[in-house]
């Protein structure tokens, strides 16, 4: 969450053994601190607050195009 995606990929041209159907998701804002708030202590999703709404648009959207 929140990690470039270019440091992703730089990382993964150093792996000589990996999967080869691995895709590196678009970067998403950094979000990690209001994302344990709501998961750990609220127990909702981050996208049920006002001000991360496009979270929802942004998870659905890697489900779209990677899986489904």
Known sequence: MGIERDVVLERLQTIEEKYQ???????????????SLAVYED??????YDDFSD???????????YIG
């Open 55 to 65: 979270i929802k648009d942004y998870f659905a959207s890697l489900v779209d195009e």
């Open 21 to 35: 159907n691995c895709h590196v998701a678009p970067a998403m804002k950094e979000v990690q601190a209001e994302m």
């Open 43 to 48: 127990r909702k999703y981050l996208w049920e």
